[in-house]
């Protein structure tokens, strides 16, 4: 496994020479993903998402009077709650950052929600966090999520089970809080919906050999194995043992297991497997791809278009609340990402911010469709995917 970093690498995005001589304010965000660990090879374009619509605005000139807004790398390691909570406290004490984009994989989201964000009062908004333990836990309204809970992603793989005919199904999930929690939920939707789980295993991600894990699944049995791991640690791991035991040949894959290296990984061996991550095709998402493509990243990763947004929320309440204060904007982030208001979509985050400060409100669309309910968290679309031709492909949306 690679060596888990412990430096952070912080970027800077500032506006051309003329802009920038007249404005000195500035705002910063701390963005903590898992940039080592099991899901490295997506958080790149999810970084990039984010600073993107930071860059966007400090082009801007239109937040708080003219203020630039510069992005603070961390990395959560995505499985490292104490590096994760060092590198938020390092982020908020030592760079005061305002706000924090992130963190990525639910687990060391809860701890840096619990034991730094919430001890400074600062909001976070997780574009990928989504356990539903996350749902209920104590932020003083200072943690919303663009992600939808996994107890919805729980029904959407339900669904395309049952919509491909499929009644069996063995279960394995990386032990972790993510793991378990879709885990949890799938099995209860799709039990509900008249399913069997034959068997639901957990598995350690780090492992070399994942032959008694395939093992155990291969002697239940099932249609389908659904993989609720990670794209660049055990899922992967799994997936390629019960291939060479020829245990399994068609496999569901959830939100963290899509990613370009199932391509790389497997290619051809997965024709015929299937899944669903955050998504959607509405008019904001396909400006969101035209707006990453330019900019040099694939912005149809997963969860990089949730990047976008969580990171345009921050910055649109900010300018709601015409403070960066967290305990200011926290009460701001519903009333400027939900109706009523004018629509705006990613390349419109001057228009939103223009229009807060003329006093008048906005309903930020952006890249993901965001509609927040309940703890604040996505209301949940998805993009249903299939393999063929040793690649995957978005075939529906749901």
């Not at 800077?12 to 802009?19: K, S, Y």
């Not at 938020?88 to 639910?106: F, K």
């Not at 419109?348 to 400060?357: F, Y």
Request: glycine share 14%; charged share 20%.
């Amino acid at each position: 496994m690679k060596k888990l970093l412990t430096a952070t690498t912080a970027m800077a995005l500032t506006a051309g020479a003329v802009f920038a001589d007249g404005h000195a304010n500035e705002v910063k965000i701390g963005v903590i993903l898992g940039f080592t660990g099991p899901l490295e090879s997506i958080t790149p374009a999810m970084g990039s998402g984010a600073e993107l619509a930071m860059a966007e605005v400090t082009e801007s000139g239109a937040l708080l009077d003219g203020a630039t807004v510069t992005s603070v790398r961390g990395d959560s390691t995505c499985i490292d709650a104490g590096a994760a909570t060092t590198a938020a406290e390092r982020l908020i004490t030592a760079e005061g950052v305002n706000a924090i984009m992130g963190a990525d994989c639910s687990g060391v989201t809860g701890a840096i929600l619990s034991n730094v964000a919430l001890p400074n009062g600062t909001v976070m908004i997780s574009p990928s966090a989504t356990s539903p333990g996350l749902s209920t836990a104590e932020d003083n309204g200072l943690f919303f999520r663009t992600a939808p809970s996994d107890a919805r992603q729980g029904v959407i793989i339900t669904e395309i089970l049952q919509d491909r005919g499929v009644s069996e199904v063995a279960l394995t999930y990386t032990n972790n809080d993510y793991g378990k929690g879709l885990a949890d939920a799938f099995q209860a939707a799709f039990e509900e919906a008249g399913g069997t789980v034959t068997i639901s295993a957990a598995h350690e991600d780090g492992k070399a050999d994942y032959s008694a894990e395939v093992g155990a699944l291969a002697s239940a049995g099932g249609e389908v194995l659904v993989v609720a791991g990670y794209v660049d640690q055990g899922g992967s791991g799994i997936i390629r043992s019960a291939l060479d035991a020829g245990a399994f040949d068609t496999f569901y894959m959830p939100d963290g297991m899509v990613g370009a290296k199932l391509n790389e990984n497997f290619g051809a061996e997965l024709n015929g497997s299937y899944g669903a991550y955050p998504g959607t095709d509405s008019p904001g998402a396909a400006k969101f791809v035209e707006m990453a493509e330019a900019a040099g990243f694939d912005g149809t990763g997963a969860f990089s278009p949730e990047s976008y947004d969580a990171a345009a929320l921050i910055m649109l309440a900010m300018q709601a609340a015409g403070s960066t204060d967290s305990a200011d904007f926290k009460d701001k982030v519903f009333d400027v990402a939900n109706a009523p208001g004018t629509e705006i979509f990613p390349g419109e985050l001057a228009k939103g911010l223009e229009l807060l400060a003329a006093g008048e409100d906005i309903d930020y669309v952006g890249a993901s469709a965001v509609e927040l309910i309940g703890p604040g968290e996505s209301a949940g679309n998805y993009q249903e995917i299939e393999f063929a031709d040793g690649v995957y492909s978005t075939i529906g949306y749901r």
